[in-house]
T-cell receptor, first 114, second 114 residues
Framework: DSGVTQTPKHLITATGQRVTLRCSPR?????VYWYQQSLDQGLQFLIQ???????AKGNILERFSAQQFPDLHSELNLSSLELGDSALYFC?????????????FGPGTRLLVL | DQQVKQNSPSLSVQEGRISILNCDYTNSMFDYFLWYKKYPAEGPTFLISISSIKDKNEDGRFTVFLNKSAKHLSLHIVPSQPGDSAVYFCAASALGGSNYKLTFGKGTLLTVNP
């Protein structure tokens, strides 16, 4: 158990819909990262937050957005969903932003868009 | 453009033998490299890392070798055990950059046969 929790574990929805994925980092971790893993892709970095502020952006679509709240949990919002958004979405956390800190991953949310 | 490549989607070895997983990268700014292991239905788990100032890092049965001139790293597992069967992801980051996002390869499925 990494200490990172993600809800829900599974999500099935229809095209055009909007969903919210939730992540609670390990106790004491200030950084939260979101990754997407599609069938034919490795883990793709989406976005990072540190202590409530956006720190880095990766291959995140404009239809996607995220935020980190004062209690440090984070939410990833996916809107106008398309079939290609079906993937595993992982959240990870680390203590800070030094770059050499280990990122601890949650179990992921499996999203299926029908 | 895939900056971190794991060209072998799968590898099968016998218990007790050596497992060698390979990873190539193209971005010369990468200076910190990590290996993550992932079991089904779980998030990736950090295994071992290496900084570009080293060419080898060892942790128990796991050793990572870095060849900067060839932009190549490898993970050696000796001796391999059935519990090592998992997907192994290679990841890289550029510590000197403005952010520390990890760039992952697509993973190699290792199967260790009893």
């Amino acid at each position: 158990d990494s200490g990172v929790t993600q809800t829900p574990k599974h999500l099935i929805t229809a095209t055009g819909q909007r969903v919210t994925l939730r992540c609670s980092p390990r106790s004491g971790d200030l950084s939260v990262y979101w990754y997407q893993q599609s069938l034919d892709q490795g883990l793709q970095f989406l976005i990072q937050y540190y202590n409530g502020e956006e720190r880095a952006k990766g291959n995140i679509l404009e239809r996607f957005s995220a935020q980190q709240f004062p209690d440090l949990h984070s939410e990833l919002n996916l809107s106008s969903l398309e079939l290609g958004d079906s993937a595993l979405y992982f959240c990870a956390s680390s203590v800070g932003i030094s770059g050499v800190e280990t990122q601890y991953f949650g179990p992921g949310t499996r999203l299926l868009v029908l | 453009d895939q900056q971190v490549k794991q060209n072998s989607p799968s590898l099968s070895v016998q218990e007790g033998r050596i497992s060698i997983l390979n990873c190539d990268y193209t971005n010369s700014m990468f200076d910190y490299f990590l290996w993550y292991k992932k079991y089904p239905a779980e998030g990736p788990t950090f295994l071992i890392s290496i900084s570009s100032i080293k060419d080898k890092n060892e942790d128990g049965r796991f050793t990572v070798f870095l060849n900067k001139s060839a932009k190549h790293l490898s993970l050696h597992i000796v001796p391999s055990q059935p519990g090592d069967s998992a997907v192994y992801f290679c990841a890289a980051s550029a510590l000197g950059g403005s952010n520390y996002k990890l760039t992952f390869g697509k993973g190699t499925l290792l199967t260790v046969n009893p």
